[in-house]
Nanobody, 125 residues
């Protein structure tokens, strides 16, 4: 079984920063890409960003471009999401996910095979 464990969420003031981590563990599995999604109360889960594992190519939602940065540590099978200049509208539960194989759309939830349990990010003064 594959497990994804997110950490790093919490309470931050508007304009502040947080760094989320997602560590993958379990049986040996391939990783084509890892991604971050978020879900606010009453809203659908939305794409935040993704990284192709081998090439390191990154993709971002327009709403976070220039503020959020995704990186990864191949050896640790860990993905990071550095979030700067946080806004109240960034407040949500953040989920990491793994795609084992190529999918045409990296921003679709259906493209990902494994999901973490989520970590809460609260942006408030």
């Amino acid at each position: 079984q594959v497990q994804l464990v997110e950490s790093g969420g919490g309470l931050v003031q508007p304009g502040g920063s947080l760094n989320l981590s997602c560590a993958a563990s379990g049986r040996t599995f391939s990783v084509y890409a890892m991604a971050w999604f978020r879900q606010a109360p009453g809203k659908e889960r939305e794409f935040v960003g993704a990284i192709r594992w081998s090439a390191g190519t990154t993709y971002y939602a327009d709403s976070v471009k220039g503020r959020f940065t995704i990186s990864r540590d191949n050896a640790k099978k860990t993905e990071y999401l550095q979030m700067n200049s946080l806004k109240p509208e960034d407040m949500a539960v953040y989920f990491c996910s793994v795609a084992r194989y190529y999918r045409e759309r990296h921003d679709y939830t259906s493209s990902y095979d494994y999901w973490g349990q989520g970590t809460q990010v609260t942006v408030a003064s």
